[in-house]
């Protein structure tokens, strides 16, 4: 996901594991506690299933196993339940549209990814294809591996909550109509072709709204629901001699910068041009667009500032200082309410140890931008486009990845409220937040034709999405954490409350 | 070297070859005969020493080699008859101080490097330490590897002359006092310590001044003569949010740019304060102390601009224009007169395909900076961090590399003269140009206290100096180019004509 996930940046304090634990107990219908045991007993054959996911990663921007992978999804759906499986062609990687028809009244929406980020095994302690269990103190047994977390574990729960329904000869209380994608981590650049097609649009269209199954806990078991999302749109901005007709056509040495332009300092201008003195987006027209912050969502961010805390917060990031040295609600609102401009990467000429003396023909930068209601992707890359024209950058190759537009979901939605209830039946009071500051391909659900809810959903934690060592938590040892067992029934719970 | 060589920027078109096959069948003294006979028979046992260096990289920017590099470097020129071979211990690579004397009248100066640029295996057609043999269409028959023309090969042609002269039994007819180091590639951070130590600075005090050995053809076969190099400063501009006290403390999810600083973008905007919009340097005060360009240096660039080919000089560097649009002549001057500052290379954030949204907490631009007389490096440096300082840049760091004070040498010098004497009577007339634009530590031996003429020479030809594919000339397929051999002889000339 291109989310920053919840339990990154909202911390609380509630002892969801006391409830937890005492819930064991309660009467809960005879089909539920039939399910739960199913759920139980196969434990280690979910388990299973979520190692041999990860140790098959699919990687969109390396083009790594995209057949294999798909075809693993499909296996995956179909063992699961899904009477109907179907590959779907894009032009790129290959998605999936599932149905699951229980002969139930209501039928939910439901979004898998099936690609994960890349990684470099040096940078871990474990090796990220092993999916290996390790043990972390503090937290429990936890599998760790690319995907883990983001997004094959909190999947897997999900499926093994399906595998428990059928071997506990259950019926699902809802039908499933599932969209998977194997691009997520580049911007889910072709997923509207999936979403769109004429076969999954009419089933999605019949669903109250599409979710996707997530590790909602943060360390300190704290949830929070977010009621929307940022749009991204990711590019490359690349400065070369040859399109420039300036600077030398190769790397050249840098004794020639005398009398030659040079294309890395072009790149630096133009990237000096997106932004104030400081930091704010600066590009013409790119907040023309922006709808203020509605006062249900100020109102939000007063009630989550109050509950969350703001050294835990900066020390989690390392931070010293917010952005115009806010305060830590003016900060929350910037988070929630303002589009970005932000460097993801530079890269040019010599990167190597020490230096060398070489005037580079080519640099760039990799960028990210944020946007929020009513800014589109469409929109953002058009007056990135004009705003360097008019500055004399127009020969930047501007090379546009994925994104998407913002997403929006009304509080009042039942695909919210029934979140809001399981977790709450689990005695953790959800954190409402007017919008998640990173991003994920919602926007097709909550967009036009579909304009349908959607969210995130789950217990159980994990963390280090995109980064080494992600992990998602098996067996917990925090009495405030779900470990798998636990998020798979929430899984039931959701389908119940939905039903 | 951290020039570019000669034969890059100046070509012209001489017939060189003619001349050179025609004297072969002239009467030279007896004594030259007789060591030009030598050179030839020990043309084998010259080029496998050649090799044999090339396969022992000395890399100081990756600690490789070190010590084995300077052990092999002492012993190559004990065996090249130096009486007095010394390792010169100093804060970083050792350097070597080596004497010969030949009781003669006059004593020369001779620099040595025994390092070599970084290689990327993968970029090169035969390995760069495998100092294959290979035929290279129109040039004749190359040594191929990282060294071989930096400076390997012309340092071994002057190696193979000594060994000439010892083999015909003659004195050497002047003697020799030798500076080597194992730095230059990173900017020569302690070679003055090796310059200024008591016994070689008394000994070069008594020199008439110092040369590199240098294979001065470009492939057209033109000489040119420089009468100074610029001066250098390399450097890491490193923004951080540590050091910076804003933005994340660790790469973070991109999503929390909206309330957060970004080191990259503090970086870029740096970066653009160090330049005018037209890309010259724009640092404060750092032009204070150019000189302006001497009568004497305009009238050999007018000179220079009617022998050099404007469209053969453009079409090598896939050059379309030059910078200010600058016609060929002010380009030629710019390149000699002008300081510059150059990226050399941006690292920051992710760096790999596509995109990763992550906000990085450091951001990383190598530069280099050319210096004109009277620049100086420690004024420089001391410019640009006063310059980050002023403008709300102070919390950079400034990690300065190797460097170097501007050079100049009198045209009159003998030790020029000697040179232009042996080049016209190979029947090339060497054009004299007043500034190298690349740079070299010459500034030891032209500054103060030595204040010694100081340059190159050398008969001889190669290309891709720090680029892949770095060869030098063995054997001449080309009339207008010198090979191995021709080399050789040019020092053997070139010492008898400095005495």
Not at 67 to 73: F, L, V
Not at 164 to 191: D, K, Y
Not at 409 to 429: F, I, K, N, P, W
């Amino acid at each position: 996901m291109k989310n920053l996930t919840r339990r990154d940046f909202v911390m609380g304090s509630t002892a969801l594991g006391l409830v937890l634990a005492a819930r064991e107990g309660l009467a809960v219908g005879d089909d539920r506690a039939l399910i739960y045991r199913e759920a139980e007993r196969r434990h280690d054959e979910s388990l299973q299933r979520l190692q041999d996911w990860i140790r098959t990663p699919t990687i969109a921007a390396e083009g790594r196993n995209v057949e294999e992978g798909c075809a693993q999804m499909m296996r995956l759906l179909g063992e699961a339940g899904f009477q109907k499986v179907e590959r779907m062609p894009t032009d790129g990687v290959p998605g999936v549209f599932a149905t699951l028809d229980a002969g139930a009244k209501r039928t939910i929406g439901v979004y898998f990814m099936y690609d994960v980020k890349q990684a470099n095994p040096d940078e871990w302690s474990s090796p990220p294809w092993d999916a290996k269990l390790v043990d972390m103190p503090g937290v429990g047994r936890v599998v760790m591996g690319r995907g883990a977390v983001n997004q094959k574990g909190p999947q897997s729960a999900f499926l093994a909550a399906l595998h428990a329904f059928r071997a506990a000869g259950r019926t699902l209380p809802v039908n499933l109509v599932l969209v998977a994608e194997g691009e997520e981590e580049i911007g889910s650049p072709h997923f509207a072709q999936v979403v769109r097609a004429p076969a999954p649009l009419a089933m999605l269209a019949k669903t109250e709204g599409v979710f996707m199954p997530f590790a909602s806990q943060g360390l300190d078991g704290n949830i929070t629901i977010n009621l929307g999302a940022k749009g991204i749109v990711e590019l490359e901005l690349i400065a070369s001699g040859e399109r420039w007709g300036r600077g030398p056509g190769k790397d050249v040495h840098s004794s020639l910068r005398a009398t030659l332009d040079s294309p890395a300092f072009h790149l630096v201008q133009a990237l000096n041009s997106l932004v104030t003195a400081d930091g704010d987006p600066a590009i013409d027209g790119l907040t023309d667009r922006v709808r203020p912050l509605p006062a249900a969502d100020r109102a939000l961010l007063d009630t989550a500032a109050r509950r969350l805390d703001e050294a835990t917060w900066k020390k989690s990031y390392s931070v010293q200082r917010f952005a115009h040295d806010a305060d830590f609600r003016t900060a929350l609102e910037n988070l929630v309410s303002k589009p970005t401009v932000n460097i993801e990467g530079l890269v040019g000429g010599y990167t190597g140890p020490g230096g060398m003396t070489v005037l580079p023909t080519k640099a760039t930068a990799k960028l990210d931008l944020r946007l929020v209601p009513d800014m589109t992707y469409e929109d953002t890359i058009a007056k990135i486009r004009a705003h360097l024209e008019k500055r004399g950058f127009g020969d930047l190759e501007v090379k546009v990845g994925g994104g998407y537009d913002p997403t929006t979901t009304r509080a009042d939605a039942r695909l919210v409220q029934s979140q809001a209830a399981v977790y709450r039946a689990a005695g953790v009071e959800p954190v409402l937040w007017p919008r998640l500051a990173g991003s994920w391909p919602g926007y097709l659900f909550t967009g036009a034709p579909l304009e349908l809810p959607a969210g995130h959903f789950g217990l159980g934690h994990g963390a280090r999405a995109h980064a080494p060592d992600e992990y998602y938590l098996i067996e917990s040892q925090n009495p405030k954490l779900a470990g798998f067992d636990a998020a798979v029934k929430s899984y039931v719970d959701y389908l119940y409350q939905l039903a």
